[in-house]
Nanobody, 123 residues
Framework: QVQLVESGGGLVQPGASLRLSCAASGFTLDYYSIGWFRQAPGREREAVSCISYSDVGTKYADSVKGRFTISRDDAKNTVYLQMNSLNAGDTAVYYC????????????????WGQGTQVTVSS
């Protein structure tokens, strides 16, 4: 059974850090680009970051550049999103998704999705 499972979300204060994990089972991530997306209540799904297969390259939304870092450990079949200097604008449900090929621009081009993990930044 193909599955992506996110973990690492939580409630933190502004300025804090979190590391999200996206663990795959039922398939190997080696040939997939992995994207992180987020969706806040009443807002569109937003692409946050993506790492291509074989670590060819990474992408970041302007709103998270310099604060978030995406990485992958194919031996563990896991992708990480290190999030630093969190602010209220980062509050959302975060999803990871897998797509063949280099990081697609549209979320509809991703084949597999996790169930999401809630990140809440509040004082």
């Amino acid at each position: 059974q193909v599955q992506l499972v996110e973990s690492g979300g939580g409630l933190v204060q502004p300025g804090a850090s979190l590391r999200l994990s996206c663990a795959a089972s039922g398939f190997t991530l080696d040939y997939y680009s992995i994207g992180w997306f987020r969706q806040a209540p009443g807002r569109e799904r937003e692409a946050v970051s993506c790492i291509s297969y074989s670590d060819v390259g990474t992408k970041y939304a302007d709103s998270v550049k310099g604060r978030f870092t995406i990485s992958r450990d194919d031996a563990k079949n896991t992708v990480y999103l290190q999030m630093n200097s969190l602010n209220a604008g980062d509050t959302a449900v975060y999803y990871c998704a897998a797509a063949l090929g280099l990081c697609p621009t549209g979320w509809r081009q991703y084949d597999y999705w996790g169930q999401g993990t809630q990140v809440t930044v509040s004082s």
